[in-house]
C-alpha cells in the first residue's frame, strides 16, 4: 500500500524519447491505468517504476522514497507480463512460491499464502501442474497469484488480458476489480483496450508518443476530454469530427460545419464569446447523434440533414454511418430505428454534449 | 489401398539408396566387430564375412581376445586413464562456459560484445599453434604429464565453442522471465542456477556429448601434455602403440579398437535425443 510519483521523468533509448517529462502521482490504493496505442511509452513507464529501465532524467518515488537506484528486488512491487513469465520448470507451487523462497520466508508461511491465493483464484486444483499443461486462462491466474502472494505495495500489470479470448478477458476484468477492492493496494495497469481502462480504473492516464496527455477518472475522461487525441481515442465507435467555424453573434451563435450549420445552446455560447468567428474542431459522440424518430426528450436539439450510407445491427442498437455531403460520421440510434441504406433522414445532434478544439493546439475550448 | 501401394512404391527408390548407403556406412564396423570375436588363425586365415557360412556355427566366435587385450595388454588401465582424463575435461569447460555465456547474454558491463567476439574469434586458432608454448608453460609449472595440466588444456580447448552455444541458448530464453525472477527478488547467481541452467539442458547435454567425444577421441594432445608412460597413457595412446607392438595381430587390435568405441556409443545413445534438440540449439525457436 503505497502511493507512487513520478516527477518529470523522461526515458530515452539513444535518440528515442519513449518517455517525455512524465509527471504523475498516484494514489495509495489507487487503480491507475496507462493507455495509449502501442509505441506510446505506456510499458516503458511501467518498466521504469518496476526497475527494469533507469529514468534518463527524473525522480521516481515509492511512497516517499526515491528509488531511481533501487534493484527490483528492492522496490517492494510484483509485476504480471504481457506474457506471463512463468517458470516453465517449475510446478504452479513453485512458480507462485519463488519469490517467497527467495526471501527466506517461513515455510509454513509460504504454504498459508500460496494456498490463500490459489483459492481467492480459484487455482487450488493445479498448484502441483507444470505452466505447460495450463490453458491461457489458467496461466493468466498464476502469474496473478504469483503477484499476490508477495503482498506488495505497488501491484503492475503489463496488459495482462491481451492473450485471453474475447470472452475470458471480460471475465477476467471484473476478477481483477474485484481483487482491487478485496486487496486495498495500489494498482497501475497499463493496456491499450479502452474498454479495459474504462471499466477497472479508477483514474486512466492516457499516453501518446510518450507525453501524457490526460489524466482522470474514466467519467470525465470521457465527457470532456481534454485535446482532440483523447476525444478520438476514448469511445466506440469514436467521436465525430467536423471542420467547422464559429459563426453569428453570442446570443445566437452557429456552428457551421459547411454541409450543415447547427444552433450552439446559449449558455455554452456565452463561454465561447472569445472564439465567435474562429475555426473550430467540432465533435460529436456517436450515442448523441439519434434517430428523428426516437429522439429523447429534453435536449437542446441540432438538425442535421444526412443521407444512409450504411447500417449496422449490434442488437442492442444500430449504427448508422451518416453523409452529409461527402462528410461521414456515425450515429448509434435505437434498434428499433427504420432508416435504411439511401433514406435521407434529419439526424438529431444532442448539442448539450457537444465538443469543439482548437485545430491549432488540438486542445479543447472550454 | 492403391494409393498407399503408389505411395509405398514412389519412395521405395529412396529407401532403397538410404538403406544402402547405411549399409556401406557399418560395414567396416560390422567387419570389426566380427573379427573382434574370432580366433587369432581365423582371422589370418580367412576374411570376417566368412562367418555368414556357417551362421548359426556359435564355436567360431570367443572372448579371448577382449580378456587379453583388457588384462595383458594394459587395456583396462588405459580405459580408466581415459575417463579419468575425460569427465573433468568434460565437466570442467561446461561449468566454465555456462557462467560466461550467462554473463554475456543477461549482464549488462562495458565491453561485453567485444570480449565476445574476442571469445568467438578464438574458435579459428589451431590448437597446434599452441602446444609448443603452452608445454614450455607447463614444464615450468611442473604440469606436463600431470592429469590436472590436460584437464586444463582441453578446458582451455573447448571453452571458446562451449561459451558460443551456450551463450546463443541463453539469449533465446525469454527476457520477461529473468525480469520476472529479479522482481521476484533474484540475483543474477539465483537466476542462473534456477532458471538458466535448468532451462538449457538439452544445450548443455549436447554440448557434454561434443567435448566429451573429442577428449575421448583425442590423441594428440594427451600424447604431448601426458607423455605415453603406462601410469597416465589414454586408449588412443595405447590403441596407437599396439598398432606398433602388435602390427600383425588384428585379432587383438580389433578387440581393443571396439573398447575404445563402447564407452562414446553408449553416452551417444542415452544422450541422443538431447543431441537432436540441441544441434539446432538456437537456430530455430521452437
Known amino acids: 500500500m503505497a502511493s507512487v510519483t513520478y516527477e518529470h521523468v523522461t526515458k530515452c ?6 518517455v517525455n517529462d512524465m509527471d504523475i502521482k498516484v494514489e495509495d490504493k489507487e487503480f491507475l491505468v496507462l493507455l495509449g496505442p502501442s509505441g506510446c511509452g505506456k510499458t516503458t513507464t511501467l518498466r521504469l517504476l518496476a526497475g527494469l529501465e533507469e529514468p534518463t532524467e527524473g525522480n521516481i518515488y515509492i511512497e516517499e522514497r526515491l528509488v531511481n537506484d533501487v534493484p527490483p528486488k528492492d522496490r517492494d512491487i510484483a509485476m504480471v507480463f504481457q506474457s506471463y513469465a512463468l517458470y516453465p520448470h517449475m510446478s504452479v507451487y513453485d512458480n507462485m512460491a519463488f519469490g517467497l523462497k527467495l526471501r527466506k520466508t517461513p515455510k509454513a508461511e509460504i504454504e498459508r499464502r500460496v494456498k490463500e491465493a490459489a483459492v481467492m483464484l480459484g487455482i487450488e486444483g493445479l498448484l502441483g501442474r507444470k505452466p505447460k ?3 491461457g486462462g489458467q496461466r493468466q491466474r498464476v502469474a496473478v497469484g504469483r503477484a499476490i502472494v508477495r503482498e506488495p505495495q505497488v501491484f503492475l500489470m503489463d496488459e495482462p488480458l491481451s492473450n485471453l479470448d474475447a470472452k475470458l478477458r471480460v471475465h477476467a476484468r471484473a476478477e481483477l476489480s474485484k481483487l482491487h477492492q478485496r486487496l486495498e493496494t495500489t494498482f497501475i495497469y497499463v493496456t491499450h483496450d479502452q474498454m479495459e481502462a474504462m471499466t477497472m480504473g479508477t483514474r486512466i492516464a492516457v499516453l501518446r508518443d510518450g507525453v501524457l496527455q490526460q489524466m482522470d477518472t474514466p467519467q470525465v475522461l470521457y465527457e470532456s476530454p481534454a485535446n482532440l487525441f ?31 450549420r447547427v444552433l450552439v445552446p446559449p449558455e455554452r455560447a456565452k463561454e465561447l464569446k472569445n ?16 434517430d428523428p424518430e426516437f429522439c429523447p426528450p429534453n435536449i437542446t436539439a441540432g438538425r442535421v440533414k444526412a443521407k444512409v450510407d450504411v447500417t449496422e445491427l449490434m442488437g442492442n442498437e444500430v449504427f448508422l454511418y451518416l453523409l452529409t455531403d461527402s462528410k461521414s460520421f456515425i450515429a448509434r440510434v435505437d434498434p428499433r430505428t427504420r432508416a435504411r441504406v439511401g433514406d435521407e433522414i434529419e439526424a438529431v445532434l444532442n448539442m448539450d454534449n457537444i465538443h469543439l478544439f482548437d485545430p491549432q493546439t488540438e486542445e479543447a475550448i472550454r | 489401398m492403391k494409393d498407399r501401394l503408389r505411395k509405398v512404391l514412389s519412395s521405395a527408390p529412396l529407401h532403397i539408396a538410404i538403406l544402402g548407403i547405411a549399409l556401406i556406412w557399418s560395414l567396416p564396423s560390422v567387419g570389426l566387430l566380427m573379427s573382434s570375436f574370432r580366433p587369432r588363425n581365423d582371422v589370418l586365415g580367412s576374411g570376417w564375412w566368412t562367418v555368414f557360412q556357417h551362421p548359426f556355427d556359435f564355436t567360431q566366435f570367443q572372448l579371448d581376445n577382449y580378456i587379453h587385450v583388457l588384462t595383458a595388454e594394459g587395456m583396462g588401465r588405459a580405459f580408466l586413464n581415459s575417463l579419468t582424463i575425460s569427465i573433468p575435461s568434460t565437466l570442467i569447460p561446461i561449468a566454465v562456459a555456462a557462467f560466461a555465456a550467462y554473463a554475456f547474454a543477461w549482464m549488462e558491463f562495458p565491453g561485453r560484445q567485444t570480449l565476445f567476439v574476442v571469445v568467438v574469434g578464438l574458435l579459428v586458432v589451431p ?3 599452441t602446444l609448443i608454448p603452452l608445454l614450455r608453460v607447463y614444464n615450468r609449472l611442473g604440469l606436463a604429464g600431470t592429469f590436472l595440466g590436460i584437464w586444463l588444456a582441453h578446458t582451455g580447448y573447448g571453452l571458446p565453442f562451449a561459451v558460443y552455444l551456450l551463450r546463443n541458448f541463453f539469449g533465446t530464453l525469454p527476457k520477461d522471465l529473468f525480469e520476472s525472477a529479479f522482481i521476484d527478488g533474484a540475483s543474477h547467481l539465483t537466476a542462473f542456477f534456477r532458471l538458466a541452467l535448468p532451462l538449457s539442458i538439452p544445450a548443455l547435454a549436447s554440448l557434454a556429448i561434443f567435448q566429451f567425444l573429442w577428449v575421448w577421441n583425442d590423441l594428440l594432445v594427451a600424447l604431448i601434455y601426458l607423455g605415453g608412460t603406462e601410469a597416465v597413457a589414454p586408449l588412443t595412446l ?22 575404445s568405441m563402447a564407452l562414446p556409443l553408449v553416452v551417444f545413445l542415452a544422450l541422443q535425443r538431447y543431441f537432436v534438440q540441441g544441434i539446432l540449439a538456437g537456430a530455430v525457436k521452437g
Open chain 1, 13 to 18: 533509448f539513444g535518440d528515442v524519447v519513449a
Open chain 1, 230 to 260: 483523447v476525444a478520438g481515442f476514448i469511445g466506440s465507435p469514436a467521436m465525430n469530427f467536423f471542420e467547422a467555424t464559429l459563426v453569428g453573434s453570442v446570443e445566437e451563435m452557429y456552428i457551421d460545419a459547411q454541409s450543415f
Open chain 2, 238 to 259: 595405447k590403441m596407437a602403440n599396439l598398432v606398433n607392438s602388435l602390427g600383425q595381430n588384428w585379432h587383438l587390435l580389433t578387440a581393443a579398437a571396439f573398447v
Open chain 1, 133 to 135: 499443461q495450463l490453458s
Open chain 2, 127 to 129: 590448437l597446434q599453434m
Open chain 1, 275 to 290: 472564439c465567435l468567428g474562429k475555426d473550430v474542431i467540432f465533435g460529436i459522440r456517436p450515442e448523441d447523434v439519434h
